[in-house]
């Protein structure tokens, strides 16, 4: 019975499509046999070059031409070689079975890098790189798509235009509004405020009301402990101030928290960083041990703060400006969700000049008007000795990439910061509000503006 690894080899000489289509996928490595990686390596070294298939009698000539084979390999590869024939096999069948053994060798391959790290034979490599590893084994596929072609994908597009997006949605009516639905995957979100103001809060709410939608949600914290962002949700969650869960008998807490299991086939992850110390590379390798270990794979991603994670691009201490090292980060992040397919919400603090402020710019984004740039959807949280009294906190759009940004420009929120709750107000409370924002609200659904909500004021 003829080895699987000669019939890829015979199929890389014969089946030009074939070889086309899984040269991008094949690894020399993961060839056992000294003879048959350099056959191969031949192989894909011609057609780089020349951009077609091999001959049998271009490849002898290629081997030969090599100063580097024994006598004994010499007349290993003459035999090999002799083997080599057109014989037709069911194209669907060899790129599967070929798909396979590449999976296969790239998780036997792994496995035994994984023995020689834990071992310490390793000098480059730690533990903590195992995860990664076994990950990328495991992802092992052949993928072929290397472009959407406008004129022969047109039915991917026409499916794709009437696809719902799968959004994460908030429990704020007017959030929902200026994103059309929530938050779409491969989205940099970002909350502006000042110290205080309630950045944290903010995301801590999101993070509940996900939770409760039966999403998985991961919380990054590099300011606060664990345990500080769980008592917050706890807070919300439990719907007990926060100064008060101290006093709850055990029974009581457990009854609670239970009852909010009950409530959501999801599940909700708090990893602490120390300051300034964990960048996107920490945290694909955390997403990457949370899939092997728990299976749990985020729907939402949390990261409190951007402006104290550090850079994969830069070393810290490096002489480098703000803008860049912040607007890298901001970069980092956004591939980051792009590559897990997840929205990411984080936040940044305002200028100095800004702190005080009762009506925030993108200009006075802390360290880096980078950041702006980098966003997709941007917004301030602005809270006034005014609002704090009536029990609100103003937010204000600053970029929108998802809806007109001029459409509900500012709007309040209820607040509750005993129990670390954001709510909605009564449609009265928007109305003293000076937006500039348009006369009209698109309504998607109907293809027409309507009129916005009766009492709005605009400058």
Request: charge should be negative.
């Amino acid at each position: 019975m003829e080895r699987l690894e000669l019939t890829i080899l015979r199929n890389l000489v014969f089946n030009e499509d074939y070889a086309r289509k899984v040269i991008p996928f094949i690894q020399p490595e993961y060839y056992e046999q000294r003879v048959e990686k350099i056959v191969f390596e031949e192989i894909v070294e011609f057609i780089v070059k020349y951009g077609s298939s091999i001959t049998i009698e271009a490849l002898n000539i290629e081997i030969d031409n090599r100063r580097d084979l024994t006598e004994t390999e010499n007349k290993e590869i003459v035999e090999l070689l002799s083997k080599l024939n057109n014989s037709p096999v069911d194209k669907q069948w060899i790129l599967d079975t070929t798909e396979k053994w590449c999976r296969d060798r790239a998780i036997y391959l792994a496995l035994m890098e994984s023995i020689h790290i834990a071992d310490g034979k390793d000098g480059k490599k730690g533990r903590d790189a195992i995860p990664s590893i076994l990950s990328d084994a495991l992802a092992v596929s052949f993928d072929n798509n290397i472009g959407h072609d406008y004129l022969q994908n047109y039915e991917e597009r026409y499916e794709f235009y009437h696809r719902k997006e799968d959004k994460i949605e908030f429990d704020l009516e007017y959030f929902n509004k200026i994103t059309k639905g929530g938050l779409p995957n491969k989205t940099l979100n970002i909350a502006l405020a000042g110290t205080g103001v309630g950045k944290s809060l903010f995301m801590c709410h999101v993070a509940s009301s996900a939770l409760l939608q039966n999403r998985n949600v991961l919380y990054i914290t590099l300011e606060m402990a664990e345990e500080r962002i769980a008592e917050r949700i706890d807070a919300n969650l439990l719907n007990v101030p926060i100064q008060q869960l101290i006093d709850l008998p055990r029974s009581a807490f457990e009854n609670k928290v239970n009852g909010i299991s009950k409530k959501t086939r999801g599940s909700l992850v708090i990893k602490e960083y120390p300051t300034a110390s964990a960048h996107s590379g920490h945290f694909k390798a955390l997403l990457n041990e949370l899939a092997l270990k728990k299976s749990f794979r985020p729907d939402i991603i949390f990261i409190d703060y951007l402006n104290i994670c550090s850079s994969s691009r830069f070393k810290s201490g490096s002489n480098i400006n703000s803008y860049t090292l912040v607007k890298s980060i901001a970069e980092e992040l956004r591939g980051l969700a792009v590559e897990f397919n997840v929205p990411i919400m984080s936040a940044t603090q305002t200028t100095r000049s800004g702190f005080g402020s009762s009506d925030v710019e993108l200009t006075d984004t802390s360290e880096s008007f980078g950041l702006p740039a980098t966003a997709d959807l941007m917004f301030a949280l602005i809270s006034t000795e005014e609002l704090e009294g009536l029990g609100q906190i103003m937010v204000k759009q600053l970029k929108n990439r998802y809806n007109d940004p001029t459409i509900f420009k500012r709007f309040v929120v209820g607040i509750d910061r005993a129990k670390m709750r954001l709510y909605d107000v009564e449609q009265s409370a928007q109305n003293d509000i000076l937006d500039s924002g348009k006369e009209e609200e698109y309504n998607n659904e109907e293809n027409k503006p309507k009129k916005s909500f009766e009492g709005f004021k605009f400058s």
